[in-house]
Each structure stands twice: as structure tokens, then as C-alpha cells.
């Protein structure tokens, strides 16, 4: 693992007010050392001097995460999210070699006064609360141009891109996307799970495709310049959102199907009309979605299984990296909101050994040393590593935002 960015100077979430006084207290699960570090891998002297050497070269880009720290307890979590302050896990990040990261933040965990996540209030005071916090300390920028995140790179910073999973917040009002863009926030998905005014998520049954109010969702955020994500919409709406937008679009954390078949995944139709507009698809590590036959007990081995799949398929300029970590049980938390986020219809029915954790990519600290790592010992150029951990994605970053 890597030592502390120098920039970094140990701040903690909400430390300028008093924690048990001016907001709930709980006992959060830690940054560093919550499970066992990955014991697969290993390196000679010269391959672990090339990984940090990349690592400090690259501009490093994770295209989904969640780096925040949750509960030790991890069913206090619906507790902890009405309190509306997800701590920014920022001792980690500092460890973990990142450039820039998409910061996709509660999503339909939002619930600071629903059940029901996804609220535009929720959403709202998730996205305000986190950005008071990040204005108090100066490790982790809050990042809305491309000159933010070569800025980020250039200072040894990190730079936190805000994106959110679903535009179901906006509802029918399409200007509520010019108010996220005003939020600062430069990635918007189609679609979770569940349908909504734009299209349908990969939960529905008969996927109707992208509405016409979702065709002008996509014109608007192409002229705002926010990033198109389809991670979790259906395969219709994934192909005709490609084929509407103007802009490249990201399919920022998903897999391939024909690498393991769930519904979570993404058949080799949508992932080639990804690329050939331009488009990357970043691969995830969520809890028990990027399996595969070769691997079928999740870890780094699977998802790169699904790596390998789209460099042959698509090329490896069109592949990038969301592994959708955070700083706590990932696996207690899907168990936690598996109705809400309809994580079982995503499985299909297909049949997979349970796991603790993805062992290799359980947290935002070690995702990219461990990826980079497996390239360097498969023998991928340093040109090839640039691209996938971060080049393909700023690509599409610089051609679509404005």
C-alpha cells in the first residue's frame, strides 16, 4: 500500500464542529486494515518499484466509487444516513494513488427522511453536506472542470468528481439537471433498478427503452456537459441512450455478460455500441457482481477475467476501472437494502458462493496498487496501464464536459 499523499494533513469529517454535540456519533469502520490485505500478487523488487512508479506518473482514475465510512456496525447504516453526513474516508484516499474519483454518494441509500431513497431533498442535503465538509480541509477538491483534476494531480491532491446512479431525483422537471450541474455534480446515470421518468433499470421485467422525456434528459446533459452513465439500466435503454447522446457515455461500474450471466452485467451489444461512440466501460468489484466460471469466489482474479473479455472484445482503449468500494461491510450493506435496491433480481437467479469480501478490491485504499499490480505482473506496457486506469477515462471527461 502507499504512504499518505504529503498533501494530505490528517483531517478528519465534520472536525470543525463537535461530533455528539453538533451531529450523531457512531463508530465507523476503519479506512486501513479492516479485513486482511491481499495476500496474492506477489512482485519482485523491479515490478513493485514500476507499480509506484505508475501510480505517480498516471492520472489515476476510479469511474464509480462510494469513499465514504460506514458504520462498524453496519446495520446502523439507515440511522447513520438520516443523519445526512457520510464521513469522506479521507486517510484511505490519501493511501490510495487516486487522481480523481467519482464520488457517487447515497444514491437510493439516500433516506434522510424516506424509506424509499432516491428523494430530491435526500439527495440534495447528501450532496450539500458532504460539499460543507469538503470545503474545510484542502486535500480532497471538489472537481468540476478537467483543469481541476490535472490542478488535483499537479498539487498532490485528489480530485472528488460528484455523480449520482440514477436521475430519478430530477423526476419530471428536466431544469432540476442544470441544478445538480450548479451542485457540481458531472455524472448522472440513466436509471437504477427500477424504471423512472427516463427509462428502465435493469430490474424490469419489459424494458420500454428510453422515454421522450428521457431523450431530452440526454440532450440537456450533453449540453450542460455531465457524463451519461447506463451501469444500471436495461439493455434497451443502454443502446438507445448511447445512440441519442451526442457525447460519448460511460458505463461506469458494470461487467460482461458473456463473462458471467446476470442481469448486472452487460451483454457484448451494449458494450460494443459503448465503444463505438467513443465510450469506456469501467469494470466493478461490488460484492458478488463480476464473477466469473475461472473465479467463481469473488475477487481481483474475477473482475479481471472480465477485464481481459472487453480488451479482446472492444479494445483496450474503451475499458477503465469503477470497482464501487467503500470504507466498511459492503457485503452487510447490499444485505441490508437488497429490497430497496432490488440486488437479488440483479443476480437472476444464477447460483455464486457468498464471500465476507472481494478480496483484493474490498476498499477505495487498495483497489488501484492491487490492479496496477496484477497489469505490471501480466506484463501490460506502462502505455497500456496508463490508458485503463485512468487515460480512457479522461478521454471521455475532456469530450464531454464543457
Not at 444516513?81 to 474519483?101: I, K, P, Q
Amino acid at each position: 500500500m502507499l504512504e499518505p499523499a504529503s498533501r494530505y494533513t490528517g483531517y478528519r469529517s465534520y472536525s470543525y464542529l463537535e461530533e455528539g454535540r453538533d451531529y450523531k456519533s457512531f463508530d465507523l469502520a476503519p479506512e486501513l486494515d479492516r479485513v486482511p490485505a491481499y495476500a496474492g500478487g506477489d512482485l519482485t523488487d523491479d515490478q513493485r518499484e514500476r507499480v509506484g512508479r505508475l501510480l505517480d506518473e498516471c492520472i489515476v482514475v476510479s469511474t464509480h466509487d462510494h469513499p465514504t465510512r460506514f458504520p462498524s456496525d453496519i446495520d446502523q447504516t439507515i440511522d447513520y444516513n438520516r443523519t445526512g453526513r457520510h464521513r469522506t474516508g479521507y486517510e484511505g484516499l490519501a493511501r490510495s494513488g487516486m487522481t480523481a474519483v467519482i464520488d457517487n454518494f447515497m444514491d437510493g441509500t439516500a433516506c434522510v427522511t424516506s424509506q424509499a431513497g432516491w428523494k430530491w431533498t435526500d439527495i440534495i442535503a447528501d450532496l450539500g453536506l458532504r460539499f460543507s465538509d469538503l470545503a474545510h480541509q484542502d486535500y480532497v477538491i471538489k472537481a468540476e472542470t478537467v483543469a481541476d483534476i490535472h490542478a488535483a494531480k499537479e498539487t498532490g491532491r485528489l480530485a472528488l468528481i460528484a455523480g449520482l446512479e440514477a436521475s430519478t431525483p430530477i423526476e419530471n422537471e428536466l431544469d432540476r439537471l442544470d441544478i445538480l450541474y450548479g451542485f457540481g455534480v458531472r455524472q448522472l446515470g440513466i436509471a437504477y433498478s427500477e424504471a423512472n421518468t427516463l427509462g428502465s433499470g435493469l430490474k424490469e421485467r419489459h424494458d420500454g427503452g428510453l422515454t421522450v422525456f428521457g431523450r431530452r434528459a440526454v440532450e440537456r446533459m450533453n449540453r450542460l456537459g455531465i457524463v451519461v452513465d447506463v451501469s444500471h439500466s436495461g439493455d434497451r435503454t443502454s443502446l438507445e441512450t448511447i445512440e441519442h447522446s451526442t457525447k460519448p457515455i460511460m458505463i461506469t461500474h458494470a461487467g460482461a455478460r458473456g463473462v458471467w450471466d446476470t442481469n448486472r452485467m452487460k451483454p457484448d451489444e451494449v458494450i460494443r455500441a459503448c465503444a463505438e461512440r467513443g465510450g469506456v466501460i469501467g469494470l466493478e468489484a461490488a460484492p458478488h457482481t463480476t464473477l466469473s466460471a475461472d473465479h467463481p469466489r469473488h475477487s481481483i482474479e474475477s473482475v479481471m477475467d472480465h477485464f481481459t473479455y472487453c480488451v479482446d472484445l472492444v479494445g483496450i482503449e474503451h475499458v477503465a476501472f469503477g470497482p464501487d468500494t467503500l470504507f466498511g461491510d459492503h457485503v452487510g450493506l447490499h444485505d441490508l437494502f437488497s429490497g430497496a435496491l432490488s440486488l437479488g433480481e440483479a443476480h437472476a437467479g444464477v447460483e455464486y458462493e457468498r464471500v465476507p469480501y472481494v478480496d483484493g478490491l474490498e476498499n477505495p485504499a487498495e483497489c488501484f496498487w492491487n490492479i496496477v499490480a496484477w497489469l505490471v505482473s501480466h506484463d501490460y506496457s506502462d502505455d497500456e496501464i496508463r490508458a485503463v486506469v485512468g487515460g480512457n477515462a479522461m478521454r471521455v471527461i475532456e469530450e464531454v464536459w464543457v
